[in-house]
């Protein structure tokens, strides 16, 4: 069982650049695929990156591609989001997900594919 903790949001001005942190607790994470989704009001959950197991390999949406970066560091067991450039439109509630995996090469885009989510963390973003 992991649990999964996400810090690092709050209100930022249009083109700031905070980071998100996913902290996993209850589990070590090399042998999970993790993923940065968000959520909208009014709007579905929705994939914004994943990293494979040992973070070799990443996935970005294309909404975020080229302003957003995943990354993560299995020692300190978290998961991070670099967010760069941001505009109102990414505001959202952002979540981290974690699903175990033998590949290292996994990175589903799917919600259904994670087994383990935070509660969520909120970024706003202010024109």
């Known amino acids: 069982q992991v649990q999964l903790v996400e810090s690092g949001g709050g209100l930022v001005q249009a083109g700031g650049s905070p980071r998100l942190s996913c902290a996993a607790s209850?589990?070590?994470?090399?042998?999970?695929?993790m993923g940065w989704f968000r959520q909208a009001p009014g709007r579905e959950r929705e994939f914004v990156a994943a990293i494979s197991r040992g973070g070799g390999s990443s996935d970005t949406a294309d909404s975020v591609k080229g302003r957003f970066t995943i990354s993560r560091d299995n020692a300190k067991n978290t998961v991070y989001l670099q967010m760069n450039s941001l505009k109102p439109e990414d505001t959202a509630v952002y979540y981290c997900?974690?699903?175990?995996?033998?590949?290292?090469?996994?990175?589903?885009?799917?919600?259904?594919?994670?087994?383990?989510w935070g509660q969520g963390t909120q970024v706003t973003v202010s024109s």
């Open positions: 997900a974690a699903a175990p995996t033998s590949s290292y090469y996994y990175k589903p885009r799917v919600r259904d594919a994670y087994n383990y």
């Open positions: 209850g589990s070590t994470l090399n042998s999970y695929v």
